[in-house]
């Protein structure tokens, strides 16, 4: 049974810093790409960044040069650092993996930022 399951949310000033981590089981992680996505409220869920098996990382625009996506296969994690955090990166981050012509999402982890 495949599961994802992400930490290291919570409340950050604008300009502050965050890393979240997703651990997965039930997966060979070290074969899949792995993804970051965001939904805020009243939005449609979006790809924040992915990272390929072989470290091949791509961004959304709006979070390039401020957001990286990293991963350590010995610990079944992938990161997300997220630095010079603004306003409009409030949102619930989920983590995601293809497997075949199966998707999986863990439950979420909310990341606010606020003065």
């Known amino acids: 049974q495949v599961q994802l399951v992400e930490s290291g949310g919570g409340l950050v000033q604008p300009g502050g810093s965050l890393r979240l981590s997703c651990e997965a089981s039930g997966i060979i992680f070290g074969i899949y790409t792995m993804a970051w996505h965001r939904q805020a409220p009243g939005k449609k869920r979006e790809l924040v960044a992915s990272i390929t098996n072989v470290g091949g990382t791509n961004y959304a625009d709006s979070v390039k040069g401020r957001f990286t996506i990293s991963r350590d296969n010995a610990k079944n994690t992938v990161y997300l650092q997220m630095n010079s955090l603004k306003l409009e990166d409030t949102a619930v981050y989920y983590c995601?993996?293809?497997?075949?012509?199966?998707?999986?999402w863990g439950q979420g982890t909310q990341v606010t930022v606020s003065s």
């Open positions: 995601n993996v293809w497997v075949g012509r199966n998707e999986y």
